[in-house]
Nanobody, 126 residues
Framework: IQLVESGGGLVQPGESLRLSCVASGFTQFPFNTYAMGWFRQAPGKEREFIAGIPANGGDLHYADLVKGRFTISRDNARSTVHLQMNSLNPEGAAVYYC?????????????????WGQGTQVTVAS
């Protein structure tokens, strides 16, 4: 399974970015059967789970730090997951990754899978 993230860049505080993650290689079970998530890792910090979306697109999850500003979505026909990030602040500077995540009866299991891509760098600076 391959995950390719894109869309990062340098923005000023308050600006927006839209990240994309294209998935391929889901041979045993198709992409549209997996919940997906976005994670970020800032320098010196652990990778954190910031947004999740189930296979059918309902019951979205957001970390408190991004709730109300970030929106996760998916396009199963294109095996793609997006993360719309609005009102970015310096805390949002990190490498952003997508990955498949577990989702069972309303509970996300962020680290069930180990399919990490190369990530995409987001820098927020004035």
């Amino acid at each position: 399974i391959q995950l390719v993230e894109s869309g990062g860049g340098l923005v000023q505080p308050g600006e927006s970015l839209r990240l994309s993650c294209v998935a391929s290689g889901f041979t045993q079970f198709p992409f549209n059967t997996y919940a997906m998530g976005w994670f970020r890792q800032a320098p010196g910090k652990e990778r954190e789970f910031i947004a999740g979306i189930p296979a059918n697109g309902g019951d979205l999850h957001y970390a408190d730090l991004v709730k109300g500003r970030f929106t996760i979505s998916r396009d199963n026909a294109r095996s793609t997951v997006h993360l719309q990030m609005n009102s970015l602040n310096p805390e949002g500077a990190a490498v952003y990754y997508c990955n498949a995540v577990g989702y069972y009866y309303g509970t996300y299991i962020p680290h069930e899978y180990d399919y990490w891509g190369q990530g995409t760098q987001v820098t927020v600076a004035s």
